[in-house]
T-cell receptor, first 115, second 109 residues
Framework: EAQVTQNPRYLITVTGKKLTVTCSQNMNHEYMSWYRQDPGLGLRQIYYSMNVEVTDKGDVPEGYKVSRKEKRNFPLILESPSPNQTSLYFC??????????????FGPGTRLTVT | LAKTTQPISMDSYEGQEVNITCSHNNIATNDYITWYQQFPSQGPRFIIQGYKTKVTNEVASLFIPADRKSSTLSLPRVSLSDTAVYYCLVGDPYSTLTFGKGTMLLVSP
């Protein structure tokens, strides 16, 4: 089944303890992205990657790192998490259709709580 | 970077047609308009995408006027299971993709 997977789905951690949220897609998509979703703010893009070894900042990159060493994986790293990074995180990948059109597929989400 | 404006919420009844409009005054030439549906604690799900005029698929229609400064998602004959948040996304993946705040659609019996 074509899908985007994220792990863990739920995580409670403490301020300053480094963590990584993994994201993997099995659709051979070049483009992958991370979003965070907070009440009343919709989804905001953190980082995106057009291809292996290519990453760019989104709207809210502060406090996050990413890497793209393989096409299928795009981990999100919080080197020193803080309570304001408590949020619901979504990974996504994009397939290109015709003439610049695209379709974006989202993972199931990771609910992170930083105390 | 196209910003979008949608109504915060809408109410409807089962069997009615629902139209949700999104305003995007500074849409760029390369931007596509995409609508997503999201249920609580799930990832957004693609509904429909268009560039101009009208697009229709098995679940919805998307109307885009010639100036592309707005778009309207049309859901025919909604059911209770259509209760969800609907997001309009205007953008191009080659730059940052920014979602609007979404429209909470509540469908009642």
């Amino acid at each position: 089944e074509a899908q985007v997977t994220q792990n863990p789905r739920y995580l409670i951690t403490v301020t300053g303890k480094k963590l990584t949220v993994t994201c993997s897609q099995n659709m051979n998509h070049e483009y992958m992205s991370w979003y965070r979703q907070d009440p009343g703010l919709g989804l905001r893009q953190i980082y995106y990657s057009m291809n292996v070894e290519v990453t760019d900042k989104g709207d809210v990159p502060e406090g996050y790192k990413v890497s793209r060493k393989e096409k299928r994986n795009f981990p999100l790293i919080l080197e020193s998490p803080s309570p304001n990074q408590t949020s619901l995180y979504f990974c996504a990948s994009i397939s290109w259709t015709s003439g610049g059109a695209y379709e974006q597929y989202f993972g199931p989400g990771t609910r992170l709580t930083v105390t | 970077l196209a910003k979008t404006t949608q109504p915060i919420s809408m109410d409807s009844y089962e069997g009615q047609e629902v139209n949700i409009t999104c305003s995007h005054n500074n849409i760029a030439t390369n931007d596509y308009i995409t609508w997503y549906q999201q249920f609580p604690s799930q990832g957004p799900r693609f509904i429909i995408q268009g560039y101009k005029t009208k697009v229709t698929n098995e679940v919805a229609s998307l109307f885009i006027p010639a100036d592309r400064k707005s778009s309207t998602l049309s859901l025919p004959r909604v059911s209770l299971s259509d209760t969800a948040v609907y997001y309009c996304l205007v953008g191009d993946p080659y730059s940052t993709l920014t979602f609007g705040k979404g429209t909470m659609l509540l469908v009642s019996p």
